[in-house]
């Protein structure tokens, strides 16, 4: 199957730094990404939902000012954590719908997570 | 609104005992999808399996079976004969929504304890 990746795997910060997080589909390109967060023994929660070239959507009661994402190519969405605190540590998991045709189901394809840890 | 529950948070089941994963969701739409997924505790999900509405076949691949119900509005997974790798948890999921690009929405996951 195709592939997404992640990186970095893992990061620690210092509170009030801001963390950068990119999402590659490796070898398809994706005009839609999708950006979970999901916190130890919890579900994944989505976050936001990237396109290609335009805003992205978030979800209610996620901040846009804080969780800023670029989707500026269809193989690169980047999800930048800005002035990080303690409670933004978590496991954040993007992923990207590969469009196999008009009409055709459209699979959507996980990365393997970036843990994020600050301190 | 679409929903999807996992009512069990925990299941622990000795090596070989078969296990029943539980899954009901809700939706107004006629067209969706539902999802296995397991998450290891390296925490990359892994896809087990796809169901489109239209499709009510239960499924078997090795271990695993499905067990999908409209009536019911129910997707149950079974592990036969468990093992302990199959120690993990588990994520229900439901696309939904139009543009065939509809975001997933994930049950709580139920973790599930193989012991030896």
């Known amino acids: 199957g195709a592939v997404v990746s992640q990186h970095p795997s893992r990061v620690i910060c210092k509170s009030g730094t801001s963390v950068k997080i990119e999402c590659r589909s490796l070898d398809f390109q994706a005009t839609t990404m999708f950006w979970y967060r999901q916190f130890p023994k919890q579900s994944l929660m989505l976050m936001a939902t990237?396109?290609?070239?335009?805003?992205?959507?978030?979800e209610q009661g996620v901040e846009k000012d804080k969780f800023l994402i670029n989707h500026a190519s269809l193989t690169l969405s980047t999800l930048t954590v800005t002035s990080a605190h303690p409670e933004d540590s978590s496991f954040y998991i993007c992923?990207?719908?590969?469009?196999?045709?008009?009409?055709?189901?459209?699979?959507?394809?996980f990365g393997p997570g970036t843990r994020l840890t600050v301190l | 609104a679409q929903k999807v529950t996992q009512a069990q948070t925990e299941i622990s089941v000795v090596e070989k005992e078969d296990v029943t994963l539980d899954c009901v969701y809700e939706?107004?739409?006629?067209?969706?999808?539902l999802f296995w997924y397991k998450q290891p505790p390296s925490g990359e999900l892994v896809f087990l399996i796809r169901?489109?509405?239209?499709?009510?076949q239960n499924e078997i691949s090795g271990r695993y079976s499905w067990n999908f119900q409209k009536s019911t509005s129910s997707f149950n997974f079974t592990i036969t004969a468990s093992q302990v790798v199959d120690s993990a948890v588990y994520f229900c999921a439901l696309r939904a929504g139009s543009g065939n690009t509809g975001k997933l929405i994930f049950g709580q996951g139920t973790t599930l304890q193989v012991k030896p």
């Open positions: 992923s990207a719908i590969w469009t196999s045709g008009r009409g055709a189901y459209n699979e959507q394809f």
């Open positions: 990237s396109n290609e070239g335009s805003k992205a959507t978030y």
């Open positions: 169901r489109n509405s239209f499709d009510e």
């Open positions: 939706t107004r739409d006629t067209t969706y999808y």
